[in-house]
């Protein structure tokens, strides 16, 4: 949905939070008018011929030519494999509002939309995490128009990433490149939704590489582009001129700052295809607390200030501890690559597999070691499942699932304790699409039984016909479906 954006100003999911930034007054802010008999008037310039206006050279025009078709070569290999994103979501800011004036609310929906990377040839798409964050229901449009629905496969919050899936088969999956041998300065093209606008190019630089400190997720090593990004383009693919994927477009700064930030392809790819294997994503750890040198840290350990990164804790029965590292140790490589921040280390640590052996080369009282280090699993905290994940009991032939409601959430929306059923997902095009029910609706009448629950709405639609009355917000209403 809306691409997330850093502390200057930042949209998460449906969520938008405002934040004063800085401005500079226009250079002509203050303007002072003065009498023209103060002013000595210079003479006026002779008039002259007007010069012709040069033609543009044959070979600079070809030259561009060539550019916008790359441009053009770009944008049409890489959008088959872009879709767009339309989510459904309680809006949280709405609940505040009715709190506020004392009124009890189905539920709320919010609607927003993001980008997607297809990433096989049978339905799993890329995306961002904060895209897909507390859905009620997920829908992908693909080139060719179809409108499917979607389910969650996984997410990884700390990348800020999540794959989803749609029921088909014959897509065009994104080539990838290696982000690592990406160069600062090349050509990109970002590809996505801004605003709801499907499949806008927009073309920039790769700004820079290694991209992290901003606060935002546990794992940050972004890479930064100028290309234009704006809300809805996350998830959306930043390409190189080869049309093969750099990065997730994940974040901005502001709005109309021409800087924003992708999640690098080799990150992205290696949570991707875990996520399709195990659904959650495993990262290699070493077990150490880490912060970078300072100079005056430096000095006072008599190293140099890019000697590498400083442990400053081990924890109990991880890897560093097996391996015999101390606290003050200063690790300057992995696996043969140095490393001078601790955003290096971790990006050097995380690339290499659970299970694998790695040497780490360990300045100690100013003398050089290496250390052999058996890499285990970082320790994650687990995922919670969305509402789009607690999927209810599906109405054969009608195109809608529903639960019933926990007691806890029956008394939250004034319903006392009564296990009524909720729409969980609308199958778009289905006869509940039609009839106008939307994720959220809570059905508290089916042909005629009052306040049923999910067991007898589904004995009811048994037959391919449903008269439901459907309570949203502060409202009723009835709605007719049949198979």
């Known amino acids: 949905m809306q691409t997330r954006q850093t502390r200057q100003t930042r949209h998460h999911s449906f969520v938008s939070r405002a934040v004063t930034v800085a401005t500079t007054l226009p250079l002509f802010a203050m303007v002072t008018t003065v009498s023209s008999a103060a002013v000595a008037q210079p003479a006026p310039a002779p008039l002259v011929a007007d010069k012709p206006i040069p033609s543009t050279a044959p070979g600079a025009v070809a030259e561009a030519r060539k550019l916008s078709d790359a441009f053009v070569s770009v944008a049409e290999r890489v959008s088959p494999s872009v879709v767009q994103i339309d989510v459904t979501a309680h809006d949280d800011s709405a609940d505040e509002v009715t709190r506020f004036f004392g009124k009890n609310q189905d539920s ?13 040839t049978d339905g799993a798409i890329l995306t961002n995490n904060h895209v897909i964050d507390h859905a009620l229901s997920i829908n992908v449009r693909l080139r060719d128009g ?29 080539k990838f490149a290696d982000s690592d041998a990406a160069r600062v300065g090349e050509w990109t093209v970002a590809i996505g939704s801004p605003f709801g606008l499907g499949y806008t190019v927009t073309t920039g630089v790769l700004s820079a590489k290694g991209r992290g400190g901003l606060g935002m997720n546990q794992i940050e090593d972004y890479l930064q582009t100028d290309a234009s990004i704006n809300p809805g383009n996350s998830g959306g693919p930043l390409c ?56 005056e840290l430096a000095t006072a350990m008599k190293v140099d200030a890019r ?97 019933d409601l926990t007691p806890q959430q029956a008394t939250q929306l004034g319903l006392g304790t009564k296990p009524l059923p909720i729409v969980t997902t609308i199958a778009p095009g289905s006869s509940a699409d039609r009839a106008g029910l939307k994720p959220g609706d809570v059905i508290v009448e089916a042909d005629g039984v009052q306040d049923p629950t999910a067991a007898q709405l589904s004995e009811a639609g048994k037959d391919g016909a449903l008269l439901v009355r459907v309570r949203r917000r502060d409202a009723s209403f009835y709605a007719a479906m049949k198979k």
Do not use: C
């Open 108 to 120: 709320p929906v919010a609607r927003g939309t993001g980008s997607g990377v297809v990433f096989t």
């Open 146 to 174: 179809r409108l499917l629905q979607a389910k969650l496969l996984g997410r990884d919050p700390a990348t800020d990433l999540a794959v989803i899936k749609v029921d088909t088969t014959g897509l065009i999956a994104a």
């Open 240 to 295: 190189d001129l080869d049309g093969r994927v750099l990065g997730v477009n994940t974040m901005i700064v502001g709005r109309g700052t021409g800087i924003g930030f992708a999640v690098p392809s080799n990150l992205a790819r290696r949570a991707a295809e875990q996520i399709l294997k195990t659904g959650r994503v495993q990262r290699s750890w070493i077990g150490v607390g880490i912060q970078d040198l300072s100079p």
């Open 307 to 403: 000697a590498g990164v400083l442990v400053n804790s081990i924890t109990d029965g991880g890897p560093a501890q097996k391996a015999n590292m101390k606290t003050g140790d200063i690790i300057g490589a992995v696996a043969g690559k140095k490393v001078v921040d601790g955003r290096e280390l971790v990006r050097e640590v995380i690339s290499h597999e659970v299970g694998e052996t790695i040497q780490l080369e360990i300045v100690r009282d100013g003398k050089k070691y290496g250390t052999n280090m058996l890499l285990t699993a970082r320790p994650e905290p687990v995922v919670p499942p969305l509402p789009v994940q607690q999927q209810g009991v599906p109405q054969a032939g009608l195109g809608l699932s529903v639960r």
